[in-house]
């Protein structure tokens, strides 16, 4: 079973900078390929949305309209760790921020939906202040 863990989350002013890792772990030769490597995050009452994502074959990013330009997502495959470079934060950046990746076969423009995602972390808390 795949297993992910988020770390670097904490306490910033607005327009600082955080970044935040996934590793991973578990993968086994049942696990055939990871498709997508993603980063959601979800603010108290809100639904859980997609922040960015990476097409593991080929690279393709893809970035929601209220982090472009701020955010960049990355990988290490050597590491099997994935990146979330945050800049210019916002104080409605605030939520929690979950790793997740998918075995399944996604289409580009649906990275952002949840219930692509099979493997899931337990999340790392990003703290905004004006």
């Known amino acids: 079973q795949v297993q992910l863990v988020e770390s670097g989350g904490g306490s910033v002013q607005a327009g600082g900078s955080l970044r935040l890792s996934c590793a991973a772990s578990g993968y086994t030769s049942s696990i055939y390929y990871i498709s997508y490597m993603a980063w959601f995050r979800q603010a108290p009452g809100k639904e859980r949305e997609g922040v960015a994502a990476i097409a593991t074959g080929g690279g393709s990013t893809y970035y929601a309209d209220s982090v472009k330009g701020r955010f960049t997502i990355s990988q290490d495959n050597a590491k099997n760790t994935l990146y979330l470079l945050m800049h210019s934060l916002e104080p409605e950046d605030t939520a929690m921020y979950y790793c997740?990746?998918?075995?399944?076969?996604?289409?580009?423009?649906?990275?952002?939906?949840?219930?692509?995602?099979?493997?899931w972390g337990q999340g790392t808390q990003v703290n905004v202040s004006s």
């Open positions: 997740a990746e998918t075995s399944r076969s996604v289409y580009g423009a649906y990275w952002y939906i949840r219930e692509n995602y099979n493997y």
